[in-house]
């Protein structure tokens, strides 16, 4: 069984990082695209940050320069390294596979699998 199993979320003061984890088991996931999103309360699931089999990483524009998505293909893991948090970046935050290897896309409904979602709560 598939499982993306998202961790290191809390509550955070605004100006401070945080580094969310997400760990796959069940199939290896080193080929394709993986990707956060996120959910803030009464609002729509947005993609936020996405990373191909190779490295390459995109970006939604409000979390570029703060924000750093990465991969560990050995641990099955990614990664997502978050700076200079602010209240506007509460949310649920999920990971998520692609069903491809090459092109990053920005749609939930490109993402096959999905973790339960750990919460980020900025505030002081």
């Known amino acids: 069984q598939v499982q993306l199993v998202e961790s290191g979320g809390g509550l955070v003061q605004p100006g401070g990082s945080l580094r969310l984890s997400c760990a796959a088991s069940g199939r290896t996931f080193t080929n394709n695209v993986l990707g956060w999103f996120r959910q803030a309360a009464g609002k729509e699931r947005e993609f936020v940050a996405a990373?191909?089999?190779?490295?390459?990483?995109v970006y939604v524009d409000s979390v570029k320069g703060r924000f750093t998505i990465s991969r560990d293909n050995a641990k099955n893991t990614i990664y997502l390294q978050m700076n200079s948090l602010k209240p506007e970046d509460t949310a649920v935050y999920y990971c998520?596979?692609?069903?491809?290897?090459?092109?990053?896309?920005?749609?939930?409904?490109?993402?096959?699998?999905w973790g339960q979602g750990t919460q980020v709560p900025v505030s002081s």
């Open positions: 998520a596979s692609d069903k491809n290897q090459v092109i990053v896309r920005r749609y939930e409904a490109a993402y096959e699998f």
């Open positions: 990373i191909t089999w190779s490295g390459t990483t």
